[in-house]
């Protein structure tokens, strides 16, 4: 009996040396180390686990970015004047809408547009850059259309702003190039249009899937109760 107790206590005194010389940060044994140490690829690195050895690839063909939508007028005098003809906005003219367009007018269109329209921003007088036409330009007669597309696109010396603006903020800078026009043509001023509260198709479509989910789960439950109510009678 008191070998065995004699032999417990050694074990004991062996187990708390080794496990005093033991680090907790780095385990003395790894099982399955590739969870532990994950290989991390360089985005343009050349590997030879991946296809050709570039670790980048090329999207998938016919697929596009997330929250991006394609943009069905092509970058020509043809596809401006079907824009300017056709293209309407699709944001409802509001005071929130026309205030956000003006914010998003004076980061990037004022310095050569003006802040009134008139093609007289700072660049402008400083003779940087020249001819910018002013909105009420008779000759140019833009639209909604035409607006849009040439912030897409650019045209002449502007360039494009499809990549610092999303299509959102776009129609909201629209919105404000027209309001401008309309007060240098001295137009009455532009009613605001009502919107109603949003639907939940138009505020989130993942939340449409799932209320239609849900119905129709509901209804199928409710087919249910119908067919166990009949067998009970």
């Not at 004991?12 to 496990?19: P, S, Y």
Request: charged share 25%; net charge negative.
């Amino acid at each position: 009996m008191k070998n065995l107790f004699y032999k417990a206590i050694v074990l004991f005194l062996v187990g708390g040396v080794v496990m005093s010389c033991a680090d907790s940060d780095k385990p003395n044994y790894q099982y399955m180390p590739d969870m532990y140490k994950p290989v991390g690829y360089e985005t343009y690195g050349e590997y030879d686990i991946f296809e050709n050895g570039q670790e980048a690839k090329l999207p998938v063909e016919g697929t596009i970015p997330r929250g991006w939508m394609p943009y069905d007028y092509e970058d020509s005098p043809e596809g401006l004047a079907n824009a300017k003809a056709n293209l309407n906005n699709p944001l409802p003219y509001t005071e929130d809408n026309l205030n956000e367009g003006k914010a998003l007018y004076t980061i990037y269109c004022a310095v050569c547009h003006g802040d009134n329209g008139d093609g007289k921003g700072i660049l402008t007088e400083r003779e940087k850059i020249l001819g910018v036409p002013s909105y009420d330009d008779v000759g140019r007669a833009i639209t909604e259309g035409s607006v849009y597309h040439v912030i897409y696109y650019g045209l002449n010396s502007m360039g494009s702003y499809a990549v610092q603006t999303s299509e959102e903020e776009r129609w909201k800078i629209t919105h404000y190039v027209m309001n401008l026009k309309n007060e240098l043509e001295g137009g009455e001023e532009i009613p605001f249009e009502e919107v109603k509260e949003a639907s939940v198709a138009e505020a989130n479509p993942v939340e449409v899937d799932r209320a239609q989910q849900n119905a129709q789960e509901a209804q199928g439950e409710g087919a249910a109760l119908t067919v166990e109510e009949e067998n009970n009678n």
